[in-house]
């Protein structure tokens, strides 16, 4: 990783962020704690009906990465309200919300630049859902679509900003804020939140985890309470090495995290003892919100570790 990374402090994103009208809890976004790389969403931002934060069933809380090379794995940990399996909801053509699929950025430009070269990586952890891929798994040259109509969501994520505002909440997406550039194209318009695989070639399969004793994980460091904790793992030779942004949705927008990270090692063959150990700085560890342009991204960042 280039130390030019890290030459902006904490504070420039902060300071950038107040300007910008939005509150997130930023001492904690982009926090290294125990191995694990955590993006804390705010706390009030989950949207159902004119109910907003910890009653809602689609309140998020937190995501988490982890890169074991003694294991050659990627573990994913998602801390929120709703389950894996998603709820029942009337208003969807299906009659049941759940997960989008998680999306990995490695391009260095925005999502929607991204998306139009296919130049995406993606995760479908569920087989309840709306995903244009069929099989539960880790693609590659993914291109996105948004599920947010049939599962009667917001229009776009000023429309979720708006609705939780006027509610008393704040919208936030972890490390990043819910209009940064990052997300152009998907702040106005009609149903265009990119939240869901629309197509991509599978690369291999996951193993989805319950339980996460013995791995570190710890989301009640970040007093991020949701209902539900669970995540999967895959190997780590399915991703790239480098910088990544990864964010995830629920199928009806009502929420949403995105998490700033770093995969900094090639996956390790058995018995081959001569690849490095991986950087302590890993993670992009937060975002001084200037992602516009091909690798504005790497710009106005700062690290803050715990544990």
């Known amino acids: 990783m280039k130390a030019t990374l890290f030459n902006t402090i904490l504070g420039t994103a902060t300071a950038t962020v107040c300007l910008m009208g939005v509150t997130v809890p930023q001492a904690n976004a982009g926090t290294l704690h125990n191995g694990w790389n955590y993006a804390i ?3 009030n931002d989950g949207a159902e009906g ?4 910890a009653n809602s069933t689609y309140e998020m809380y937190g995501m988490a990465v982890k890169e074991d090379t003694q294991s050659n794995s990627i573990f994913v940990a998602i801390n929120a309200n709703l389950p894996i399996t998603g709820a029942s909801d009337n208003y969807a053509a299906d009659k049941h919300i759940g997960w989008g699929d998680l999306i990995f950025n490695f391009s260095g430009d925005n999502l929607k630049t991204a998306n139009a070269s296919g130049n995406l990586f993606g995760i479908r952890f569920t087989e309840n859902s709306n995903s244009g891929v069929s099989s539960v798994g880790v693609y590659n040259n993914v291109t996105l679509k948004s599920v947010t109509k049939e599962n009667s969501g917001f229009t776009n994520l ?7 505002s006027s509610r008393g909440g ?15 194209g998907q702040t106005s318009g009609t149903h265009t939140v990119l939240n869901s695989i629309k197509t991509g070639n599978l690369l291999g399969g996951i193993n989805l985890i319950n339980d996460f004793t013995g791995l570190g994980l710890d989301f009640a460091n970040f007093s991020a309470i949701g209902s539900q904790t669970f995540g999967f793992s895959f190997d780590k030779s399915l991703m790239p090495v480098g910088e990544f942004v ?4 629920a199928e009806c927008a009502n929420d949403g995290v995105a998490l700033l990270g770093e995969f900094a090692v090639a996956s390790v063959p058995p018995g ?3 690849v490095p150990e991986p ?3 890993l993670g992009l560890m937060a975002l001084g919100l200037t992602f516009a342009g091909s ?8 690290i803050a570790v715990e544990g």
């Open 170 to 184: 704040t919208a936030s997406m972890g490390d990043l804020a819910y209009n940064d550039s990052y997300f152009d």
């Open 50 to 53: 004119n109910i907003i934060g």
């Open 158 to 164: 000023t429309h979720h900003a708006d609705h939780v």
């Open 246 to 249: 990864a964010n995830l949705f």
């Open 41 to 43: 969403d705010s706390f």
């Open 272 to 274: 081959d003892v001569s």
């Open 295 to 302: 690798r504005a991204r790497k710009k106005g960042q700062a």
């Open 279 to 281: 950087s302590t700085m």
